[in-house]
């Protein structure tokens, strides 16, 4: 263990040293940590929401109380992309010594022009005098509205591009001293609020330039370009256990440079529902499941060990925390992590562009997928049930073991015990250099 302190110390510190110096890389890791009191705060109405009991989702449902979660959800999780170019912005303009608050808002507001702005409605017409029936559309509509899904994890990357694009414009006009000069007798938040009135509608029309540049191409806005620039070479992975740990290998790479994993699962998640299906069915007829070995290993290597990343073993590492942030941190996030809601943990760490944290994210996939396969060849899954359905919120053991009895839950010991060995010496890492900062202070 020493010994691989010593490497990583010796080959990734200089790399993580020389990203903690970069203002992007630190405005971009305190972006994300100061969405924190969001993620955290939503944490608890999030497994009240989705706790595994199905008495308590069904009694949620017919209430009508599974909405409102769903709106709390929707104003936190969902609007994060937001938040963060937000924070972005403001962080960066605010370590080149500027006014940050502008810059914040032209982020946001330049996150929405780039925005799809409208959403297309049909109305149908189904003539029940026919057999077969024939649809036609009889009306269609333009609702304006933002989708929700560039507001949250999906639009992630475009908010930090913005983000940064944002302060950079900023930073760049207000040294070419494209302000407005006020007199000293006007008050201060006039002055603040006209001074920098040239350089917004400057930064403003770059980002409506943009917007209009992808009206012309076949993507017709940047978050569908983003989406399908990565997507495409993703399509042909779908398939075999080695395909699904390589995809969810890539979902962890992306999710550490703050591309939102959704975008991998846009397009494997049909694919793995229609072989969870053929699973059903072949149960049901008394057949052998033709895909249980991707059923399993894309449950381990998802978001089942703690949230997207595998973060039990983190969360575990951190009992062993001497710093006092890690203390802290963990009692505040540790506990949602054992229903897979890591958000607070992901952000307050951070583990996005931390280069600590790259290879434990990299390879808990690749390690506990392979493991699992493995035992896979040597263990009786025969009792493996895959009609049980539980919400995402349930602890892995409890789903593993009711899925797949005995077999299912050593195999759960295994890859814990993989998932803890990988993060730990990563973690102890990150906290001997905070706890060494600590001791600093203190002197």
């Not at 370009?225 to 890539?250: D, H, N, R």
Request: hydrophobic share 50%; charged share 10%; glycine share 6%.
């Amino acid at each position: 263990m020493e010994n691989l302190e010593k490497f990583l110390n010796k080959f990734i510190g200089p790399i993580a040293q020389k990203m903690n110096n970069s203002k992007f890389f630190s405005a971009l890791s305190e972006a994300f940590m100061r969405t924190t009191p969001i993620t955290l705060g939503v944490a608890v109405l999030m497994i009240i929401g989705n706790f595994p009991i199905p008495q308590w989702i069904t009694f949620l449902a017919e209430t009508g109380l599974s909405t409102h979660f769903n709106a709390a959800l929707g104003a936190t999780i969902n609007l994060l992309s937001v938040y963060v170019c937000f924070n972005f912005a403001y962080i960066y303009s605010k370590k080149r010594e500027h006014d940050p608050l502008p810059a914040g808002l032209l982020a946001i507001a330049s996150f929405f022009i780039l925005m799809p702005q409208s959403i297309q409605t049909f109305s149908f017409e189904s003539p029940i005098t026919e057999f077969p029936a024939q649809t036609t559309v009889i009306a269609s509509n333009n609702v304006e509205a933002f989708a929700s899904q560039y507001t949250g994890g999906t639009g992630l990357f475009v908010a930090i591009i913005t983000g940064f694009l944002t302060a950079v414009l900023y930073d760049f006009f207000i040294r070419k001293n494209l302000t407005i000069k006020m007199p000293s007798s006007v008050p201060t938040n006039v002055s603040e609020s006209l001074s920098p009135s040239i350089l917004s509608g400057l930064i403003l029309i770059v980002f409506f330039s943009i917007r209009v540049v992808f009206s012309y191409t076949s993507f017709d806005n940047i978050f569908a370009f983003i989406t399908t620039f990565i997507q495409m070479p993703l399509q042909v992975l779908t398939g075999s256990p080695i395909a699904i740990i390589l995809i969810f290998t890539i979902a962890n790479m992306l999710w550490f440079f703050g591309i939102h994993p959704n975008m991998v699962y846009g397009v494997v998640m049909p694919v793995l529902t229609a072989n969870m299906l053929a699973n059903m069915t072949a149960y049901q007829e008394h057949k052998e499941l033709p895909f249980l070995a991707m059923a399993i290993i894309s449950f381990i290597c998802g978001n089942a060990f703690g949230g997207q990343g595998s973060t039990y073993g983190l969360a575990i590492s951190m009992f062993t925390a001497k710093s006092e942030r890690y203390k802290a941190l963990f009692k505040l996030a540790g506990p949602p992590v054992i229903f897979n809601v890591n958000e607070p943990l992901v952000f307050g760490m951070p583990l996005m562009l931390n280069p600590t944290f790259f290879l434990p994210m990299v390879l808990s996939p690749l390690l506990m997928g392979g493991a699992a396969w493995g035992l896979l060849t040597i263990l009786d899954f025969s009792k493996y049930n895959p009609l049980i359905s539980l919400p995402w919120t349930t602890p892995a053991p409890i789903v593993m073991a009711l899925k797949g009895g005995l077999p299912y839950l050593l195999i759960f010991i295994v890859v814990l015990i993989i998932n803890v060995a990988v993060w730990f010496p990563f973690f102890k890492i990150a906290d001997n250099k905070e706890y060494a900062k600590e001791q600093e202070a203190i002197d």
